[in-house]
């Protein structure tokens, strides 16, 4: 069965701060896929990322960036100089091999208070 | 480019009655989905169509919902009777699936949810 793992429920910072958000998952799946969605105040999910599980090459995108570890089966992600806007819970999902269907595993989501 | 839509947004119905939530994918997108977020716990995946096929249904918690996707376009999920513990968030997400066939994986986009409030 699989797992995604959000150990932090809500972290609160004062803006331009960086934030780091945790995930953990665990698979059978040899091949899989990880995202991260946002979800902010008008309940929406945003798709951010899309991670193969044979691409560990860790990937920036403005001021955010993602760091897939294989070896720990984590895929965090860091918000740097953080702005009000970026407040929301942001969750991380994992989807498997096709022969285990497309389905997306969340975690619990975390959620992020920037205050100005 | 339309996003996927969910009708209604909030939807307050009492113990016994029926409910129909309705999902309009993404033009194109012949995968669909249903997940839905019950009050402090993950969110669940449901079932998933394809085109008007279901290709999986095995998050369906019981026979009390009902999903169809007529003409694989849009797609309702019927709660009937709803109890107490149907109350959550409704999320429909669809994708391309192009990818899935490649075994690339797929992107799920998803709407705004339905806020489902049974009392």
């Known amino acids: 069965a699989q797992k995604v793992t959000q150990a932090q429920t809500e972290i609160s910072v004062v803006e331009k701060e960086d934030v780091t958000l945790d995930c953990v998952y665990e698979t059978r799946d040899t091949t899989y896929y990880l995202f991260w969605y946002k979800q902010p105040p008008s309940g929406e999910l945003v798709f951010l990322i899309r991670?193969?599980?044979?691409?560990?090459q860790n990937e920036i995108s403005g001021r955010y960036s993602w760091n897939f570890q294989k070896s720990t089966s984590s895929f965090n992600f860091t918000i740097t100089a953080s702005q009000v806007v970026d407040s929301a819970v942001y969750f991380c999902a994992l989807s498997g091999s096709k022969a285990a269907g497309n389905k997306l595993t969340f975690g619990g989501g975390t959620r992020v208070l920037v205050k100005p | 480019e339309a996003g996927v839509t969910q009708f209604p947004s909030h939807s307050v119905i009492e113990k016994g009655q029926t409910v129909t939530l309705r999902c309009d994918p993404i033009s194109g997108h012949d995968n669909l989905y249903w997940y839905r977020r019950v009050m402090g716990k993950e969110i669940k995946f449901l079932l998933h169509f394809v085109k008007e096929s279901k290709q999986d249904e095995s998050g369906m918690p019981n026979n009390r919902f009902l999903a169809e996707r007529t003409g694989g376009t849009y797609s309702t999920l019927k709660v009937q009777p709803a109890e107490l513990e149907d109350s959550g968030v409704y999320f429909c997400a669809s994708s391309q699936g192009f990818y899935i066939l490649a075994g690339k994986g797929d992107t799920q986009y998803f709407g705004p949810g339905t806020r489902l409030t049974v009392l």
């Open positions: 991670r193969n599980s044979f691409d560990e």
